[in-house]
Every structure is written in structure tokens, then in C-alpha cells.
């Protein structure tokens, strides 16, 4: 029998504290994941779901991006990808009389945990201009609305076009060919929010902005530095790979705000040491940094290395390497010789014999990883603190070679296969130009929209029409109340979906919702059964074939929507056969093979077993495609942010049953939270000296130049072991604290990860 949504909506009520946790996965992993999938699912849809999760000749998980090992388990996916797979194929359809029960108004005030659990859309809905309610439409009419608007505005930089990191490269590449061909580069997209400020660095400093290791590396490697993540919840695969680097010989140094539960030990699953025994323990050392200090500590490390190699000349740099392919080498180490250490006490705070500590294992290591997150790309200073990851790994030669290198963990399944597909705002002239040789239109070559830009373009009223391509954009930006006020001063809301969210609640004067099909559902075209395809955080580039019925017949596939849309919007005639794309997916991808550079012969590549690896020249060969052709060592000045006193430094987290902004549950039982979201974690110190204790309720007021007031009011606060002057609260709720222009230096990535905050006592609880 048919699960029913919930009537009601969730509150904190019941909300309790435990201790945190000080292992991750294990029986809890499995108790709290599959029991719901075969409630849910079914026996019979469950069992092919998982047994074709992440296999070769399955579907890719919907979830994280971290990459599948060469040889595939029977169960290869994890509790949050298991939680992922069941929200999205459960068969629980949102009926056709929800739409006149339930207004927009009303859907504004509703948790996204409840608008996530009310089921699968199943049919196209619109929301007239002056009305408060959705109505079923036909595919037609929505097509029709959607043409009619957007051929109305004066120009086409009065749209834009959000991109979600779901979306599969071919329909990546047949939207942001759409939106060129529409006249327009306003392609916003999540990397905007996430990882821009890695493209930035890693494109100035090596030439490409892609994670310059394999999966095979991490096991090569000696020393592995783990930065600004949590991979017990957000990318929790991860952790086999560390613990198989651990059984052959790696060191481990964990350096965030926060002590995870997933880098402190191991349980896993697969082998009986993770069932009946300890586990594995992860890091060899916890460096507990002070939010945004990670660009002083980078520093630091870098100044006792050249120190070391000062020691004793010619036995501690690679020498060779930094002669043949680097540049800026003695800029570099003449401003590091001034680095103050008393100003990285400051920054970090972390005492020097733990900062010697981790110079130590770098010294001692031949082959060294350095992975990051959020926890290094959400702050003013992001681009130049992984400026200075990439100096610390030329040092010694660590690009380039097994075991080594850069290695940023995408979040989203395919958001970097989206950008290799061409959805960015300010993509190259090579790749306009080769767009222009294959489809005989000369796409707009000035640089389009960001998503910042996009809400201050909205919000000014410059941009009328917004088009999401999936995502929740009116929840995972920053500055909330900011975002829902400019989305709604649109004149045309298009959202491609398969459940609802926020940010169908907050839409502009006419808005669409258009149903589409699940990854792991079965898509079938003129010519048959279509498969996609997808690029995970290694750049490995692998097939993706849904295997489950569809949960409606009346959803299409996203290649389905936006041809259909295109030959709505574009009139019959048009140069590009949007027709043929949408019958056979093989014509896509044999366009992508003359377009996206490193693509060629895509459609016999990604018919391989596992698919490819696309070229990556720093990692394969040492070249290094800069302006320079060299590998640049970068001069940054160090910034430290003055808390003033009575105040503290906020991030913002997820829990660990949410994946971005879709709640799967209410619980972060690694953290020790259970049922409820609306708390602040704060240092026990931290506390006494605010005066303030365990349990109280507090408003948060953000401090921001602007002088704006923004709050979140009524959170709980918990007593928690988080570095000192620093606090933590929920994804995406804090957001409402992080203000519009608040953002990464260059990037324009919300600076999420160090909002300077002061506590009140709650007016109301």
C-alpha cells in the first residue's frame, strides 16, 4: 500500500541533543537508509535499483559526484546515495486536486522537508498572472506559455537560464545550445555557488580547473591533507577510499572547524571490521583551524618548507620540476620570508607545534593529495587560499605524478560534466567559436549572468524571465529574503522538476512547473532506449541508463523538455534539428564530439565499459596550459578577519539527511541532532563567555556592512566542541544571514563560510 504524504508540516517540537558521534556508517548507515527504501520502493523496484546503482551498466547516483572505484561491489552506493535513489523513484504521485487544495501562498510557508515528501509531479502545472493557484495544463499550452513570454521580451539578456548539477551532459549541452541560439549567455549555474572559486585558482595557477587526481591516486598516495569537508555526509563513498590509502600506508590529516565524525573513524559496511569491529581510524591528525584561516596555515607550511630546503640546499624542493615547469617561483617564497606568525596564530588558531606538526608529514611525504570543499571556497579570500594549495603542492613537485595533486570534491552528481558541456556564463571564444562552425550561428560572445547577478538583475528588474533547468535556486542562494522578493518580481517562472521546492513557491507574475523523468528511471525515444552520460569530480566521463519504470507516463525526459521548448521558442526552420536530438540521444553526442574539447569519438568512448577519462594535461603529462604554458606560483596577501568581540563567526553546514537543499529527514545523528534543524552550534567557551548556555534559544543577527538587518531567529543553541570564536548552523536556513554582495573575491561565490553574527536572546522560542 501506497505511502501518503504528509498533512501536516514539521516543527522542532520534538527536537532532542546527544552526544556527537565519533565514528561514521557502519549498522546505523544501513538501518537508517534501506528499511525506508523497501518500505517505500517495494521489494521487487528496490532490488533493481540498488543492484543497478553506480554499476557499469546502470545509472549514475543522483547525489554527490565522487567517482566509482574500477571494480564495482554488488552494493556500490552509500546511505545518503540509498536515501537519494528512494526520494527520488519512490511511486508517490502529487494528484491533480493538490494544485486547487494548495496555493502558492501557502506552499511559501511550508518546510522544504514537507514539499519534498508530497511526491513525484506528474503532469505540467501553471500559475496564471493574478492567480494563486497551479493548474494542470497540457504539454502544449505550457510550451506555448513559456514561447510566448519569452519571445515577448525586448531582448533575450532579459531571460536567464539556471542550470542544476543533475542535469546530464546531453541535456546540459542541448540547453545551453538553446539558450545560445535564444541569443543570450545568462547560464547561471550551482558551480556558481560552489565551486567557482576552484575553476578561478586552478585555471590561473595549472590551466585547468579540474581535480588533477584519479581515484586509483588516493590509495598511491603518502599523505593526504583533507580540507574544509565533511565526507561522512556529503560525499560518503569517499571514506572507502581513504580507508583502502590507510591499509596501504597513507597518512591522513584532517583540517576543518568542525571534528567529523567521518574522519575520525570508519565503520565500513563491506568488511567485518566495520560490523563487529572498531573500524578504521582516519586521521592521523586534527587541526581544529578558525574559519577562513586556511590561507594563513597553507602559508605557513609553505615558509617551513622553504625554510627546510634553507636548512639544507638542495635536498628539500623539487628543483628540477619548479626549473622546467614552473613560474613566479622567487616572487613567491621573497613575500612568504615576510609571513608574520603571530598573524597566523591569529588566523588559524592553531598553536606552531601543531602547524611544525603537519609540515612535518609534508616533508616526510613523496607523493602528496590535497582535497577541499566547501569549507575553502565560500569565503572573500577562497581564490586566493586554493592559490595557495596549488603553491604548497609545486613545492615539492606534487602535480603530475601518482599519489599526487590537487583534488576538489565536486558536490553535485554531474555539475562539472555540465560545465564541460558548455553551461557557464563566460565560456571561452574557442568554444563559441567551435559552436559556431557546427550549428551555423554565431552565439552571443558577451559574458552573461552569474547567480548572484541573476537575483541582482531580478531584484533591479532587468531580468524577466527565469528558466531552471532543475535545482532549488530561491533556497541554496544566499541572502533569502533578498532572492525570494527578486524571483517574484519576474514576469515568467519556468521550473523543470521532478518534486517540488521553494522555489516553486516564489515565482514571478505567470510560472510553469514541467515534470521530468529521474535518472533512474527508463527513458524511451523514437528510436528506443536512450542512455545519458555524466563526469564525476575525476573527470571521469561514464554512461548512465535508467532501469525503473517511470513513476509517469506523462513526465518527460530533460532532452524531451528542452527540444520541445527550443522548437516552441525557436520557430520551425531553425538551423539546429532539435527534433533529431530529441529521437536519438547518439545525435547529440555526436555534435558534443566536434564542440567540447576532449570529447571526440563520444559516442564509441562512452560506449566502453566504464566509459573514459578525459584528458587532464597537468595530471597526464606535466603541461601546463596557464598564459604562461607554466604552472604559476601565485603572491597572495594574507587577510584575517577581525571578529569584534562579542561576536563570532558563522557557517553554515548540512546535516547529515539532506543532500543541498532536499531534506530527506530531520536528523544529524553524526552531530547528535534528532528531529529538528533549528539549532547553532557554539563552542562551550565561546558560550560562558557570551553568557549564554546549552539549550537556550537565541536570534542570530547577522553584521554585514550594508547595515541590513538580517536575522534567524529562534535557534537552539547547542554546546559543541567547534573551534573557538567559530559557529555552525543548517543549510540552507543560515543563508538568510549571507548577504547578496557578500562573495568570493573574483568568483562571486556566496561567502557562506565566515559571516560575522551576534547572538540575542530569542523573543520567542
Not at 523496484?45 to 553506480?54: G, K, Q, W
Not at 569537508?229 to 583540517?255: S, Y
Not at 533512474?520 to 545519458?532: A, P, T
Request: net charge negative; hydrophobic share 40%; with cysteine.
Amino acid at each position: 500500500m501506497a505511502r501518503k504524504p504528509p498533512v501536516h508540516d514539521v516543527t522542532d517540537a520534538a527536537l532532542s541533543v546527544t552526544p556527537p558521534e565519533r565514528s561514521a556508517v557502519g549498522i546505523p548507515s544501513v538501518v537508517g537508509s534501506m528499511p525506508a527504501a523497501f518500505s517505500r520502493l517495494g521489494a521487487v523496484r528496490s532490488a533493481t535499483a540498488f543492484l543497478n546503482m553506480n554499476q557499469k551498466d546502470g545509472f549514475d547516483c543522483m547525489s554527490c559526484a565522487w567517482p566509482d572505484p574500477p571494480e564495482r561491489k554488488v552494493a556500490e552506493f552509500c546511505e545518503n546515495g540509498a536515501k537519494a535513489l528512494t526520494w527520488e523513484a519512490e511511486p508517490l504521485r502529487i494528484p491533480a486536486e493538490f494544485w486547487a487544495e494548495h496555493g502558492v501562498s501557502e506552499l511559501r510557508e511550508r518546510t522544504e522537508y514537507w514539499l519534498g515528501q508530497q511526491g513525484r509531479l506528474v503532469e505540467p502545472v501553471y500559475k496564471p498572472a493574478g492567480s494563486d493557484h497551479y493548474r494542470p495544463v497540457s504539454w502544449e499550452e505550457a510550451f506555448g506559455v513559456v514561447a510566448r513570454e519569452l519571445k515577448a521580451l525586448d531582448s533575450p539578456d532579459q531571460a536567464t537560464f539556471y542550470t542544476s548539477g543533475r542535469t546530464s551532459n546531453e541535456a546540459a549541452f542541448v540547453y545551453q545550445l538553446f539558450v545560445r541560439a535564444f541569443g543570450t549567455n545568462n547560464l547561471p549555474d550551482c558551480s556558481n555557488m560552489c565551486h567557482e572559486s576552484t575553476g578561478a585558482a586552478m585555471k590561473e595557477t595549472i590551466g585547468v580547473g579540474k581535480s588533477a587526481v584519479s581515484y586509483e591516486d588516493f590509495a598511491k598516495s603518502d599523505l593526504i591533507i583533507v580540507m574544509g569537508q565533511n565526507p561522512g555526509t556529503c560525499h560518503p563513498r569517499m571514506l572507502t577510499a581513504l580507508e583502502e590509502a590507510k591499509f596501504a600506508g597513507a597518512q591522513i590529516v584532517a583540517v576543518n572547524p568542525l571534528p567529523e565524525a567521518g574522519l575520525i573513524n570508519f565503520k565500513n559496511p563491506q568488511r567485518p571490521r566495520g560490523i563487529i569491529g572498531h573500524g578504521t581510524d582516519l586521521a592521523d591528525q586534527f587541526l581544529q583551524i578558525r574559519l577562513a584561516g586556511d590561507m594563513a596555515l597553507l602559508q605557513a607550511v609553505s615558509k617551513r618548507v622553504l625554510a627546510a630546503e634553507a636548512e639544507a640546499p638542495g635536498t628539500v624542493l623539487d628543483h628540477g620540476f619548479i626549473r622546467e615547469h614552473c613560474q613566479g617561483f622567487e616572487e613567491f617564497a621573497s613575500h612568504l620570508r615576510g609571513l608574520d606568525d603571530e598573524e597566523v596564530r591569529l588566523a588559524t588558531g592553531l598553536t606552531d607545534a601543531e602547524i611544525d606538526e603537519l609540515a612535518g608529514r609534508y616533508l616526510a611525504a613523496e607523493r602528496v593529495i590535497i582535497t577541499w570543499a566547501m569549507g575553502l571556497t565560500q569565503h572573500k579570500k577562497a581564490v586566493p587560499t586554493i592559490k595557495e594549495v596549488i603553491n604548497l603542492l609545486l613545492l615539492r613537485g606534487n602535480i603530475g605524478r601518482p599519489g599526487a595533486g590537487p583534488s576538489p570534491i565536486r558536490g553535485h552528481s554531474n555539475v562539472q560534466g555540465d560545465r564541460t558541456m558548455g553551461i557557464w556564463e563566460k565560456m571561452p571564444s574557442s568554444f563559441l567559436d567551435a559552436v559556431q562552425r557546427e550549428f551555423g550561428f554565431d552565439p552571443p560572445r558577451r559574458d552573461g549572468l552569474d547567480a548572484v547577478q541573476s537575483i541582482e538583475a531580478l531584484r533591479d528588474g532587468k531580468v524577466r524571465a527565469f528558466v531552471a533547468l532543475g535545482g532549488n535556486l530561491v533556497s541554496a542562494i544566499s541572502d533569502t529574503a533578498v532572492a525570494e522578493k527578486a524571483l517574484g518580481r519576474a514576469r515568467l517562472s519556468v521550473s523543470i522538476s521532478t518534486k517540488l521546492n521553494r522555489s516553486h513557491a516564489f515565482v514571478g507574475e505567470e510560472a510553469i512547473i514541467l515534470p521530468t523523468l529521474g535518472r533512474s528511471e527508463i527513458d524511451v525515444q523514437q528510436s528506443g532506449r536512450q542512455f545519458v552520460s555524466v563526469e564525476d569530480t575525476v573527470c571521469a566521463v561514464r554512461p548512465s541508463a535508467g532501469k525503473l519504470a517511470p513513476v509517469s507516463e506523462n513526465a518527460l525526459s530533460e532532452v524531451s523538455i528542452i527540444t520541445r521548448l527550443a522548437r516552441a521558442v525557436l520557430g520551425p526552420g531553425h538551423a539546429v534539428d532539435w527534433a533529431g536530438f530529441e529521437r536519438d540521444y547518439d545525435a547529440i553526442r555526436e555534435h558534443i564530439s566536434r564542440v567540447c574539447p576532449g570529447c571526440e569519438d563520444y559516442n564509441a568512448r562512452i560506449r566502453r565499459p566504464g566509459g573514459f577519462v578525459l584528458a587532464h594535461p597537468p595530471r597526464d603529462e606535466r603541461r601546463f596550459p596557464t598564459q604562461a604554458g607554466k604552472a604559476m606560483f601565485t603572491v597572495n596577501s594574507l587577510e584575517t578577519i577581525r571578529v569584534p568581540a562579542g561576536r563570532l563567526l558563522l557557517q553554515s553546514v548540512r546535516s547529515h539527511d539532506q543532500f543541498n537543499t532536499t531534506m530527506y529527514g530531520l536528523d544529524d545523528r553524526y552531530r547528535g541532532i534528532h528531529k529538528g534543524r533549528h539549532v547553532l552550534f557554539v563552542n562551550p567557551d565561546d558560550l560562558a563567555e557570551l553568557g549564554f548556555v546549552d539549550g537556550e534559544h537565541v536570534d542570530v543577527h547577522s553584521e554585514a556592512d550594508d547595515g541590513a538587518d538580517r536575522t534567524l531567529p529562534g535557534l537552539r543553541i547547542v554546546s559543541y566542541p567547534t573551534a573557538r570564536g567559530c559557529a555552525a548552523a543548517y543549510f540552507p536556513e543560515a543563508n538568510v544571514l549571507v548577504p547578496l554582495g557578500a562573495t568570493a573575491e573574483v568568483s562571486n561565490t556566496p561567502a557562506s563560510k565566515s559571516v560575522v553574527v551576534r547572538l540575542e536572546r530569542a523573543l520567542k522560542a
